[in-house]
């Protein structure tokens, strides 16, 4: 028997078990934010598909069914946004306890169409089930212009790396609830929203390199690399924390750029710009810079190189 950390994880798992996609109605499939399909003369499908489990992504104890339907929505919709695209469909499955009561799950599609009617896209469908542990997995399919689509693959080297905001808040927030503690940062965890409005505004101003901060920095700069075949450099002092995720962190004695490059679940852009256009970034912060793959990816920290780490580790 072999663990899956002993092979290097989740994405080595994944490279691991799948095949390369053949059929040419795929432009691309795994690696992305979302697999993107050919579809009209002028647009793409985007289609992808995320699971919330009980006790991982959702606790009962600190969240309400309203949430958890909207939290499972928005991060599918954060996807859809990273690729440049709109959410236009979803489906819905659920695995429930068989004693889990009838208003749970009002509740929770109560949150579920709420985010649909925000982002302007309808449930069309789903499955139910029962089991021990409550599953929510939604599957969406987005809409993109050709000329619109950002992929992880498009980063190229001098460019610089940007984010939309702060980041950490989630994971402050995850252990504030863990050790019964209270703080701002709670919110940004029970209640993630997709940036997709910034990611629309920054697709018009010409991003075409995006990915969403679903495991943190430091691994979705990896992924960036490795799908552009490049190296970065993340400046360490130059990751946005906003004050109250420093103060949140404190409170349970951790580092906040820690939760920022190796935490997660914040969903703010990351993406990569030419430096002649830095100006037309204002509201963005600036974090890194894509080299050239022989410099490899590193942190940069006082002048000194570092490990940038491995962002969440699932397994
Ligand atoms: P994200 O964090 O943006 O949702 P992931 O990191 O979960 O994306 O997934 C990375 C890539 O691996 C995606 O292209 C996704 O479709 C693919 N992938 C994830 N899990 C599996 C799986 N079990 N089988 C096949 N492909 C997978
Ligand atoms: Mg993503």
Request: hydrophobic share 35%; with cysteine.
């Amino acid at each position: 028997m072999t663990k899956i950390s002993k092979i290097g994880g989740e994405f080595a798992l994944i490279a691991r078990v799948t095949k390369p996609v053949k059929d040419k109605n795929v432009i691309i499939g795994i690696g992305d934010d979302t697999a993107v399909l050919k579809y009209t003369q002028y647009k793409y499908l985007l289609w992808t598909v995320d699971m919330l489990v009980e006790g991982d992504h959702f606790n009962l104890k600190w969240s309400t069914p309203e949430k958890i339907g909207k939290k499972a929505m928005e991060v599918n919709v954060s996807d859809i946004g990273a690729m440049g695209g709109l959410p236009k469909y979803a489906l819905i499955s659920i695995c429930i306890r068989r004693d889990t009561p009838v208003e749970f799950v009002d509740k929770l599609y109560k949150g579920m169409y709420q985010v649909a009617k925000k982002y302007d896209f309808e449930i069309i469908g789903g499955d139910t089930t029962h089991g021990d542990l409550i599953v929510i997995d939604v599957s969406m399919i987005g809409e993109v212009r050709k000329n619109e689509l950002a992929s992880r693959s498009n980063a190229k080297p001098g460019q610089l790396i940007l984010t939309t905001g702060n980041l950490g808040a989630s994971t402050a927030g995850l252990n504030l609830l863990r050790q019964k503690k209270k703080g701002i940062s709670i919110k940004k965890h029970l209640e993630p929203k997709a940036r997709l409005k910034e990611a629309q505004k920054l697709i018009k101003k010409g991003v075409n390199c995006m990915i969403d901060v679903s495991d943190g920095l430091a691994s979705e700069v990896k992924h960036i690399c490795e799908m552009s075949k490049t190296g970065a450099v993340i400046y360490k002092e130059k990751i946005p924390l906003a004050a109250s995720t420093k103060r949140d962190a404190k409170k349970v004695n951790k580092d906040p750029q820690d939760y920022a490059l190796n935490g997660g679940e914040d969903f703010e852009l990351v993406f990569t710009i030419n430096k002649k256009d830095l100006r037309k970034f204002k509201d963005s912060k600036l974090v890194g810079k894509i080299l050239p793959k022989k410099k490899g990816i590193y942190l940069l920290d006082k002048g000194e190189k570092k490990e940038l780490g491995h962002g969440f580790i699932h397994f």
